[in-house]
């Protein structure tokens, strides 16, 4: 990849005997968002701490906006954000003397905290003490918090985990405007629904190895199966059929169905990122 902001080759990481990742390859492009999906323990988050030089790989290389993290990681560190799963918020601070804090652990002169704030829906609590903020804003909190520098690359871990249905929104809605600014995104999840509608490209990781790497559109071609889901009044009935679109005659049935006075709904069948992440490693996200 040209435009590669990481690249990743060849790491593995041991805790004792236990292998947590082992010997992945990736990289993410500039403007990117790469989602990194797997179950709890896959090796999502230690992954993350590699590449942002909180550990050390055992093997292989990683280089960040083509520096090399263990032998640059003060100058990496300067140049992403990072958004962990786990708050570490300073609760009796105010939502903007949180963000004025860490301008200044950056070095940032003139730095404006209400456009943050303005950008993650919390212009009007500015002034509240985070210790009265509910999850759900302290989670935005952290999200305008890793955009403090304005990073070149953000690493995500579990951004909008538990969240309420709005925050959620607001947050997916910030990675998006930063992938679209030109920041390069590693977003880590183990909800394959978010990740459908965020990623560019994903990467299944299952007991420490990618498994699968691609767009969702190219997997879900790949391991699912092209039809459409057809439901037809019948008396006082539903009669549902599926037809496969690879199937001989399927556009007869098709145009027969769409000009049918008792056709109530078609939808196309495509198979779901968690439907393949199975197919793909033989077990679930709980397992």
């Known amino acids: 990849m040209a435009n590669a902001a990481i690249r990743v080759d060849g790491i593995t990481y041991t805790y004792g005997d236990l292998v947590a990742v ?3 390859s990736f990289a993410v492009g500039r403007g990117e968002i790469l989602g ?6 896959a090796g999502k988050s230690t992954t993350i701490k590699m590449l942002t030089g909180q550990a050390r790989p055992k093997t292989g290389s ?24 786990e708050k570490n918020l300073y609760l009796n601070m105010s ?20 456009e943050l704030l303005q950008k993650v829906g919390l212009a009007d609590r500015a ?29 995500l871990d579990e951004p909008t985990d538990g969240l309420d249905p709005v925050s959620a929104q607001a947050i997916r809605q910030v990675i998006r405007e930063e992938a679209d600014r030109g920041a390069a995104v590693l977003l880590t999840t183990h909800d394959m629904d978010e990740a459908d509608k965020l990623s560019d490209r994903v990467a299944f990781i299952n007991e420490g190895r990618i498994v699968a790497l691609d767009t969702p559109e190219n997997l879900k071609l790949a391991h699912g199966q092209r039809s459409v889901r057809v439901r037809m009044r019948a008396a006082a009935d539903v009669r549902e059929q599926i037809i496969s679109l ?4 399927a556009g007869d049935r098709l145009k027969e169905a769409l000009g049918s006075q008792d056709l109530l709904t078609i939808h196309t069948e495509e198979a779901t990122l968690e439907a393949i992440f199975i197919k793909v490693t033989g077990r679930g996200l709980d397992t």
């Open 36 to 41: 990194f999906l797997g179950p709890n323990g």
């Open 22 to 24: 082992d010997n992945i």
């Open 62 to 85: 990683i280089a960040v906006l083509d520096k090399d993290v263990t032998k640059h990681h003060v100058e990496v560190q300067s140049r992403i954000g990072v958004c962990f799963e």
């Open 246 to 249: 690879d199937a001989p005659g």
């Open 95 to 114: 939502g903007r003397e949180n963000l004025e804090f860490f301008a200044r652990l950056f070095g940032i002169k003139g730095f404006d905290a209400d």
């Open 127 to 155: 002034d509240d003490r985070v210790k009265g903020y509910s999850k759900g804003m302290q989670q935005r909190l952290m999200m305008a918090r890793c955009l403090v520098n304005g990073p070149d690359v953000l690493f």
